[in-house]
């Protein structure tokens, strides 16, 4: 169903107008073509992040992200495309370029495409641009309104199709769909959803640059269910624009103490810090497909890195509260031993699960005897030796892009089947 609407949406506009309009040459008839794709494109991408569980549930959040990603991409190089045949049809139009000169539908086709390009440039290279995430975040919403409102002043001032009895309508829907999401993503849910208030229980620190938040739903509410593995949206006002996803650390099966473990450093993470015990913080989910209520194995090895380590402590804490007598196999990579989470609580699990923890440092100290460097072929069938059915398990992987590719090719190496691999990286962005 999501992939029909999307193609609808995509591709719809553009077949109306080839089935309804007169003839043209074909510069012209392709520069129409490759405009109104265009324009579809950019609202699919605008509407992909905007936090559709059914989509998200259906596709996976990395899925979601990356076509986002990969459609930006199509819209540039249609706009270019757009560009090229517009000159083409008519050489003069080149002059359209020259924006002082130009007219006002063109330098608002110049300022969005301009914009565009800046935004590609943002998200391809954020990771050598290493801003932090609050600030990219707001950049990449400014340039994005900056693109459609560009897009759409550019196709209301060109006065070609809007006027016309049939893409009239199109192009107004689209626009009203661009509107709706982004009225429901900013102000509806915040506003509407009456649910997603929770007051903290307590706060409790797991080391200098980790932080645990537990709380606890408003009198009379019902909790947050969720399945183990997926994220939700947390925000410290009701109406605040600034929020942070997060995987949910905690049981399934305990909807009335809900926890997220959360590392860093900025001004969000100290202002979590400092919350107090009955102050409210705000929740939007759940959200994601990477959960193994999803997948019916026969046991699960969960390799994490860092935080990473947050939704296999849900599924590990959903599993003792179920009775799981699969078995379970933790890979966790840290830096040192000062970054490796839940040691204790770790250990008393293994109590009431088939559960071993191998635990992996980068930086280990001269008095480190277990395991270190990567993940490798050798490390996995060495975790995998007291498994009997290990060519029926399913793998978990959650953790930094760098890490996840690296397993990813020891588990290829290994034989693993592909859809025994579920990831989640720390990509968002």
Partial sequence: MWVAVLLVVLAGPAAVYLSTSAPAGLWKQLSSVTGLVALSGLVCTAALPSRLRGLTRAFGIETVVGLHRQLGILCAVLIAAHLAAVVAANPAQVALLMVPTAPARARAAVGASVALALLLVLALERRRIKARYEV??????????????????????????????????????????????????????????????????????????????????????????????????????????????????????DPLHTEFTIRGSGDFASSVRDLRPGESVWVDGPYGSFTCDAVPTEGLVLIAAGVGITPMMSMLRTAADRGDQRPHRLVYVARDTGDLLFRDELAMLRRYLDLEVTEVLRRPSASWTGATGEIDVALLQTVLATVDIAQRLDYFLCGPPSMVDDVLGALTAMGVPDDHIHTEQFDMA
């Fill in 136 to 253: 990219w975040r707001w950049l990449h919403l400014f340039l994005a309104v900056l693109v459609l409102g560009g897009s759409a002043l550019h196709v209301l001032w060109l006065k070609q199709m809007v006027t016309d009895a049939v893409m009239g309508p199109i192009l107004a829907g689209l626009g009203l769909l661009v509107v709706a999401v982004f009225v429901m993503r900013w102000w509806g849910r915040s506003v509407l959803d009456r649910g997603g208030e929770f007051v903290i229980q307590h706060v409790r620190a797991e080391n200098p640059t980790v932080t645990t938040m537990v709380l606890a739903p408003r009198e009379r509410a019902e909790g947050l269910r969720f399945s183990p593995g997926q994220f939700a949206w947390v925000r410290l006002q009701r109406s605040a624009v600034e929020e942070h996803p997060f995987t949910i650390a905690s049981s399934a099966h």
